[in-house]
């Protein structure tokens, strides 16, 4: 599968706590992003790293790319409690239509 | 600016039945493609349209799954006839071009097939 695998498959924290989220895929790839999923705003895409680039910044989340490791991790600071979500990687692989290959998840739970 | 939209927002059906989803993109977007997401697991791409072409539909179950986008615009995805494991969520997304953009999705048609 080119799918990523996310870890942990879930993760719960106090507010104001940070989250941590790691990626890792399988192929080479031209991009990852990260994208978030709950029931009010359905999946909303947050942040696009490219194969070249290794740390982005934006607002409260920091998103790394390692390509030797083939892993990614998204930091979100200062967790609110509307960060609580389902967060995926998705990658767009290096051979293909430039689809985009979504990983399993990881459901964070920000308690107030 | 309006986001991408996609009807009905559920739909049970017994099975062996046929459904079809209807999805309307953001204006402008070339780009359209439908996900399939089953409850616990990720998005899983079905096809890819670029304007009214297909650009890879590998991942699509031909033998009862068919999409169409007719005049580069809307979009239809069908199923006949329906098995108990198309019990899903279908997702439309759309974006400027394939590749390095965003996609953007619509809120999904929730299928319970009995």
């Known amino acids: 599968s080119q799918q990523g695998e996310e870890d942990p498959q879930a993760l719960s924290i106090q507010e104001g706590e940070n989250a941590t989220m790691n990626c890792s895929y399988k192929?080479?790839?031209?991009?990852l992003q990260w994208y978030r999923q709950n029931s009010g705003r359905g999946l909303v895409h947050l942040i696009l790293?490219?194969?070249?680039?290794r740390e982005k910044h934006s607002g409260r989340l920091r998103v790394t790319l390692d390509t030797s490791k083939k892993s990614s991790s998204l930091l979100i600071t200062a967790s609110r409690a509307a960060d609580t979500a389902s967060y995926f990687c998705?990658?767009?692989?290096?051979?293909?239509?430039?689809?985009?290959?979504f990983g399993t998840g990881t459901r964070l739970t920000v308690i107030p | 600016e309006a986001g991408v939209a996609q009807s009905p927002r559920y739909k049970i059906i017994e099975k062996r039945q046929s459904v079809a989803f209807w999805c309307n993109p953001i204006?402008?977007?070339?780009?359209l493609y439908w996900y399939q997401q089953i409850l616990g697991q990720g998005p899983k791409l079905l096809i890819q349209?670029?304007?009214?072409?297909?650009?890879?539909d590998s991942q699509l179950p031909k033998d009862r799954f068919s999409a169409e986008r007719l005049k580069g615009v809307d979009s239809t995805l069908k199923i006949q006839p329906a098995k108990l494991e198309d019990s899903a969520v279908y997702l439309c997304?759309?974006?400027?071009?394939?590749?390095?953009?965003?996609?953007?999705f619509g809120p999904g048609t929730r299928l319970t097939v009995t």
């Open positions: 997304a759309s974006s400027p071009g394939p590749g390095a953009y965003e996609q953007y």
């Open positions: 192929t080479s790839i031209n991009n």
């Open positions: 790293i490219r194969s070249n680039e």
């Open positions: 998705a990658t767009d692989v290096q051979t293909g239509a430039n689809n985009l290959f």
């Open positions: 204006s402008g977007h070339a780009t």
């Open positions: 349209f670029q304007n009214n072409g297909v650009v890879d």
